[in-house]
């Protein structure tokens, strides 16, 4: 084989390296890696995935389940051995807002208007009593109707082993695309009941909650086959993030 073949094959492998992801990977808080716990609120992402098109993604895949598993995407760009990844997300305004109190009377009254004063011109709503995760009872939906002052009353006989409710999830059309739900709950998780839920509750929607943009920098460093996390910045926001916060390893290795 004549030395210009040698270098065409040798290009054209190359070539193809870089059309495919280039993966980068450490599991210490998370992946399969069983040792760690859920509850130490310590997650991190455990791949970085850089592709050829100049996109790429973090994700962090915690043992416990799939349904705790959380990716982000976003653009990336290269200046010598320096990367930067550039993302970004919404967080908005709860759009309902709750005020509780509470009497005597043995029943629930859910008041309910908007921000705004508007007409609610869907008069149903579900409900639904979400128990006690021990009391081993499954969830029960109904179809209720606004009477003239845009409430409901829900007296506790008509509610199956009361006594184990832990909160009360409300779903509503404001709109035809307008969809609001939210648990009624005095408590900090929806089925875990700590105390009774306050009979009086004002259930406000807000028509237009605002919403901002976070933007996210992270800045790695590729030595090798070793990328190390400089730093991971973002920008502020005047609204709260609950969203779980996910960190980065200080190193990861790429993926052979």
């Known amino acids: 084989m004549n030395l210009k073949a040698v270098i065409l094959i040798l290009f054209t492998q ?20 069983k040792n760690y716990s859920w509850d130490s609120n310590e ?16 994700y962090c895949r915690p043992y416990s389940s799939c349904f705790t ?54 008069r149903s709503i579900k409900v639904e009593y979400v128990y006690d995760y021990d009391a081993k009872k499954d969830n029960i939906e109904k179809i209720m109707s606004f009477n003239n002052t845009n409430s409901i009353e829900i007296p506790f006989s008509e ?3 009361h006594k184990k409710l832990a909160s009360i999830r409300i779903e509503y059309y404001l709109g ?6 939210a648990y009624i709950t005095d408590g900090k998780i929806t089925n875990e009941k700590e105390k009774d839920i306050p009979n009086i509750v004002e259930i406000e929607f807000i028509e237009n909650p605002i919403k901002e943009i976070v ?25 709260p993030e609950y969203l779980i916060e ?8 790429l993926r052979k």
């Open 215 to 239: 933007y996210r920098t992270t800045i790695g460093k590729l030595e090798n086959e070793k990328l190390e996390i400089v730093s991971s910045t973002k920008t502020k926001t005047s609204l």
């Open 176 to 181: 035809a695309n307008e969809k609001r739900y």
């Open 14 to 33: 190359f070539l193809f390296a870089q059309e495919k992801p280039v993966v980068y990977e450490n599991d210490a808080k998370a992946y399969y890696n």
């Open 246 to 253: 996910i960190g980065f390893e200080k190193y990861y290795q």
């Open 69 to 122: 598993w959380n990716e982000i995407r976003g653009k990336w760009k290269k200046e010598k051995n320096i990367y930067t990844f550039l993302s970004q997300y919404e967080v908005s305004e709860n759009d309902t807002r709750f005020t509780f109190s509470k009497d005597s009377v043995k029943r629930y009254i859910l008041n309910f208007k908007t921000d705004k004063k508007s007409e609610l011109k869907n």
């Open 159 to 161: 509610i199956p082993k």
């Open 43 to 58: 997650l991190s992402f455990c791949d970085l995935t850089i592709a050829p098109d100049s996109t790429f993604s973090f």
